[in-house]
């Protein structure tokens, strides 16, 4: 027998030890593959695994008591107060400072230059109004 004779009988062999699975194997592998790449598993898995939204419940009714049946509320809508309103112009009637000035370092650090803080400020408005306005003490640094 030619070493070609063998082989074909060899290659005969394993084709009919394969032939009766091999068909529905390779459907098999098929259809995996065609689901692996539309990928209904994967959109199986994350939909098993999300929650679902839960229901919303209405309360449930309660019969009415008295002579006025229930009825959901109404108002006229009063808008929120803004804080007070002033009158027209003001002017500047008097500024105190601080006695003491406050001393700040310069960007580059190079020195130092002195600033007055400013305490109050008193303004009048046009129908006599008084307001003042006093700022509290400038804290620097930590």
Do not use: C, H, W
């Not at 692996?36 to 419940?57: F, M, T, Y």
């Not at 002017?91 to 020195?111: A, K, N, W």
């Amino acid at each position: 027998m030619a070493l070609s004779d063998e082989r074909r009988a060899i290659r005969n062999g394993v084709a009919a030890g394969r032939a009766p699975t091999s068909g529905a194997q390779r459907q098999a592998i098929g259809k995996r593959l065609e689901t692996e790449r539309r990928g209904a598993q994967v959109v199986a898995d994350l939909n098993r695994l999300q929650r679902a939204p839960q229901q919303r419940r209405t309360l449930r009714t309660v019969a009415p008591v008295g002579a006025v049946p229930a009825s959901r509320g109404r108002a006229a809508y009063k808008p929120p107060a803004t804080g007070g309103s002033f009158d027209g112009q003001f002017t500047e009637v008097e500024r105190v400072y601080s006695p003491d000035p406050i001393y700040l370092e310069t960007i580059d650090g190079s020195g130092y230059f002195a600033v007055r803080r400013l305490e109050s400020l008193t303004m009048e408005g046009d129908a006599g109004s008084v307001v003042v306005f006093r700022f509290p003490e400038l804290v620097l640094g930590p």
